[in-house]
């Protein structure tokens, strides 16, 4: 009964190529998430949604376009890999209110060579 | 100065110690609190909320002090299994426009 769950768990690709990471949560949130982890361990958000809109938007290279065709899901699409994007991708989700807590999911190591 | 900032360690401790992590934060309007943890090339998970007038859960102690603008979170009798990474957590804003900070988080390493 997998709450938050994203794929793929690995990806390798080369420079250039264009990706993309899936994330499903069957929570019943309406505020999903991206989050990168890069080797320094740092957890920075990328984006949010929240009931398929748009909310937060930090500063990301515009080649990451997120998607959220329904509330359950949010997918990330990356275009012309560089190596700085290699790092852990999370999604996460979680209810609207104040003390709500985030559900992550398992993550996906991206490694472009 | 980060807005949320922790301790980075690592905290090397024998089986059975007590150990204390503290996560100072700068933004006075701060509303909520949180301790997460987070394995080895795990996510993290949430170890707890931190509430205004502390919280235990088991052997975790959170307490949190608005006044000097830090939160903190006790481990007592340690166990091989509470090695990871504890991320201390902290919002402000709500609704749509709530942020999560979050901290660099403190390395733990329980020994035998």
């Known amino acids: 009964d997998t709450a938050v769950s994203q794929t793929p768990k690995y990806l390798v690709t080369q420079m250039g190529n264009d990706k993309s990471i899936k994330c499903e949560q069957n929570l019943g949130h309406d505020t999903m998430y991206w989050y990168k982890q890069d080797s320094k361990k740092f957890l920075k958000i990328m984006f949010s949604?929240?009931?398929?809109?748009?909310?937060i938007n930090e500063t990301v290279p515009n080649r990451f376009s997120p998607k959220s065709p329904d509330k359950a899901h949010l997918n990330l699409h990356i275009n012309s890999l560089e190596l700085g994007d290699s790092a852990v991708y999370f999604c996460?989700?979680?209810?609207?209110?104040?003390?709500?807590?985030?559900?992550f999911g398992n993550g996906t190591r991206l490694t472009v060579t | 100065r980060k807005e949320v900032e922790q301790d980075p360690g690592p905290f090397n401790v024998p089986e059975g110690a007590t150990v204390a992590f503290n996560c100072t934060y700068s933004?006075?309007?701060?509303?909520?609190f949180f301790w997460y943890r987070q394995d080895c090339r795990k996510e993290p998970k949430l170890l707890m909320s931190?509430?205004?007038?502390?919280n235990e859960d088991g052997r975790f102690t959170a307490q949190l002090n608005r006044a000097s603008q830090y939160i903190s979170l006790l481990i007592r009798d340690s166990k091989l299994s509470d090695s990871a990474t504890y991320l201390c957590v902290v919002t402000r804003g709500a609704g749509n426009n709530r942020k999560l900070i979050w901290g660099l988080g403190t390395s733990l390493a329980v020994n035998p």
């Open positions: 996460a989700s979680s209810p609207t209110g104040f003390w709500s807590p985030l559900h």
């Open positions: 933004n006075s309007a701060s509303q909520s």
């Open positions: 931190v509430y205004s007038s502390g």
């Open positions: 949604y929240n009931n398929k809109e748009l909310i």
